[in-house]
């Protein structure tokens, strides 16, 4: 028998919604009530989409958006990124947390460090007040930018991204190569540009605002390093050539994507950013 999406339904998953229930407690609800997994996953990303356009409205909020998302909705063990098949390992819907195993080569891996290497300097962060950018002192690393498709191993990485995520080419920005030793770190924080800050809209007229983040390990730090989501007590660790990727459909704490960099405690720590815009990015 065919299983319908009813007001009902809908009306009950907002109800788990607003009692503080996480989605991926109402799904699992859902499916030992017998629904199909696919039924129950349309229903639960339809009506909490909805739901959450309203409460931001209400609450003055910037409204959802679309964001980056690769297609799970059977459950794969793994995806076809193109050139590559690429391990899903852990998932998490709120906030959307993917990590990806095999997701770059070792010699991939390896070309990206070497051919970073000679150009690092201290790295920056974009400074929202004034549209620019500046050394902090939460970000302790050593980096540099690609331009989108400036070598072969960008382009192809950029590619499988594109692919897996199913986001256009074009609204990623190049990649950024960081390099950590011992002790440095990234403290926790937003990757996205805050739309109240008076720097953010001349950054947010070359492709709009972020709403993905994905970062590639590129080696395997001896101890530490590990990418924390402090709302949501989860550290992933920094495994050569896997990849955590994560989105924010919009500019807010509520997307519960804090996020930062523990400290390298031995060894030292190579990764590479994506980050993807809602446009594309000039």
């Not at 590619?159 to 190049?174: F, K, S, V, Y």
């Not at 950590?180 to 950054?203: K, N, Q, S, V």
């Not at 050569?240 to 400290?263: E, M, Q």
Request: hydrophobic share 40%; charged share 25%; proline share 8%.
């Amino acid at each position: 028998m065919d299983q319908a999406i009813t007001p009902e339904l809908r009306h009950w998953i907002i109800s788990q919604a607003q009692a503080g229930h996480a989605p991926d407690s109402v799904l699992k609800a859902m499916l030992a009530s017998g629904w199909e997994e696919d039924v129950a996953v349309a229903a639960l990303e339809s009506t909490l989409q909805g739901f959450l356009a309203e409460q931001a409205r209400a609450t003055g909020q910037p409204e959802p958006q679309r964001v980056p998302e690769p297609d799970l909705s059977d459950s794969p063990a793994w995806l076809d990124a193109g050139d590559r098949r690429v391990k899903v390992l852990t998932t998490m819907r709120n906030p959307r947390v993917i990590v990806f195993g095999s997701l770059v080569s070792d010699e991939e891996c390896d070309g990206l460090i070497a051919i970073a290497r000679p150009r690092m300097a201290r790295s920056e962060t974009v400074d929202t007040a004034t549209g620019g950018s500046e050394v902090n002192a939460a970000r302790t690393s050593a980096g540099m930018f690609f331009e989108r498709g400036e070598n072969a191993i960008c382009r192809a990485i950029e590619q499988r991204i594109a692919t897996l995520l199913d986001w256009p080419l074009e609204n990623g920005e190049g990649l950024q190569i960081l390099h950590y030793r011992p002790g440095a770190e990234y403290r926790p924080h937003h990757d996205y540009f805050d739309p109240a800050l008076p720097g953010t809209p001349p950054i947010l007229k070359r492709g709009g605002q972020r709403v993905g983040t994905l970062v590639m390990y590129l080696n395997t730090p001896e101890r530490g390093g590990a990418t924390t989501f402090p709302d949501v007590a989860l550290e992933v660790a920094p495994i050569k050539g896997n990849g955590v990727f994560f989105s924010y459909d919009r500019p807010h704490p509520a997307t519960r994507t804090l996020h930062g960099g523990a400290p390298v405690v031995a060894g030292e720590k190579w990764v590479a950013t994506k980050w993807l815009r809602v446009g594309r990015f000039e």
